[in-house]
């Protein structure tokens, strides 16, 4: 896939309140015909200035020629349809490619959102990590993901969750601002907004002081530093202690429960002894825990048994805190966690 600037055009999401009134100014408009945009935008998906039917013609003419409506491109879809998860590709203006993926259970349809294009951590079971690291995306590049999948799948969203290709919290000012954005703009609870970490402690505890009330999820994935150090490079500058320690920190802080993620690898962090420690290290701690099985991507990890993942979720029984597993779909299509990559040569 080549790499090209598609647009020197701002998007509309993009413009300043000044710009705006500038360009309102500039063809004769008030004001309230932002209001009626930001609808179009964010309540009526719509994916063309053309649709936006109670805009006069001059301004829809203008808007057409000068203004991006969305600052991401749509490269393609994958997945049907009617499939429970669909995976979408983009372009960023500056020429870059993120996914993101759509995900409908019963109750609920949630969007798994890139918060960078490639990502610098080098997680080495991690599809993304082989992309290195392209740009940070804007709070609207956040955002759009969200309202261009609904406005694709005709589906209202119900949960975003920051676990698509990136490290958020070394992104932290545009994705805290994507949160607000979406609580604000879309009318998503902040309860409803995962932010995912591979562990940027001192992040961990701003995110804690700033007291936002998105929910956090932590990549914990070992049970010591010599096993993460193997497998989440960033253990080298945030020691696993660190890290335990900003959770308790943010939990002691906001009193809301931390979601640990664990992804489960064949013969690296599966053992009987890994589960107990696991249940040692939280033992105590208010906070979930979400085992993930492996979903390979052609390296050299692999996805343990059925039976050895089920011996590790017996030996997690004692555990006073929830335990739930992730199977994740889409892994037929590369959008289960940590598939997401862009391979340039391809
Ligand atoms: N950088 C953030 C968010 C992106 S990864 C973080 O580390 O949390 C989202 C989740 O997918 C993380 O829990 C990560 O450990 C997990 N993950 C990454 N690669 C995976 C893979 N191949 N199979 C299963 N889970 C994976």
Redesign the pocket.
Known sequence: MSKSIISKKKSFLDLTSSELNEILLDVGEKRFRIKQINNWIYNQNVRSWDEMINLPLSLIKYLKSEILLHPLKLVSINGSENDKTRKFLFQTTRGNHIESVLMREKNRTTVCVSSQSG?I?D?N????ASMGFLQNLNANEIIDQVILLSSYTKSKITNVV???????LMNYRQVIESGKLLNKNMGLGARRITI????IAPKIRQIADDNYSFKL???L?ATNDEVRKKIMPITLKHSFKEIIDSAKYYYSKTKRLITF?Y?LLKGINDSTNDAKELVKLLKGFPCKLNI??????GGH?IRPEIKDINQFLFHLKPAKFIVTVRW?NGTDIDA????LAIREKQ
Do not use: H, R, W
């Open positions: 990502c951590l997680c079971f991690c599809a993304t920051y676990m698509g290709m990136g490290e958020p995912s970490t591979a562990g999820a932590i990549s994935n993620e992804v993930i099985p492996y979903n390979e991507i990890y994740s289960g966690c940590g598939q």
